[in-house]
């Protein structure tokens, strides 16, 4: 329930700052940010967090997930203190009845030097 004001909380992975978002439109940035990568970068992102990288369906779509098989959630936040970009990997799921489950399984900062990752 309130799953959309749910909110992805953690410090700066640099600074230690708190840094807060919104997950779900988090979530969708980082999903949209996740396919638009190079596939050699989705799957080094992959290998970071430990994930298995596919691509799948006749539409190609790239995936991480977890061992479990769940599907893995990048999400990218900025801090406002040093300006560093955080990349965070939650899972996220449903669990009946109309409950949702975000875990945040791990923390990265991203490298400024490659416009890509």
């Excluded at 965070?88 to 399984?105: D, G």
Aim: some cysteine.
């Amino acid at each position: 329930m309130y799953e959309e004001s749910a909110l992805l909380e953690f410090n700066c992975c640099n600074c230690k700052l708190p840094l807060s978002g919104n997950l779900l439109s988090n979530i969708s940035r980082g999903n949209e940010w996740f396919r638009k990568t190079a596939q050699s970068d989705q799957v080094y992102l992959s290998t970071l967090f430990n994930l298995k990288h596919s691509v799948e369906g006749h539409n190609h779509i790239p995936y991480a997930r977890f061992q479990n098989g769940d599907i893995a959630y990048f999400c990218l936040l900025i801090c406002q203190n040093c300006n560093s970009t955080n990349i965070a990997v939650i899972e996220f799921y449903e669990m009946q009845p109309a409950r949702y489950i975000a875990k945040l399984q791990g923390l990265a900062v991203r490298d400024e030097t490659n416009e890509n990752t």
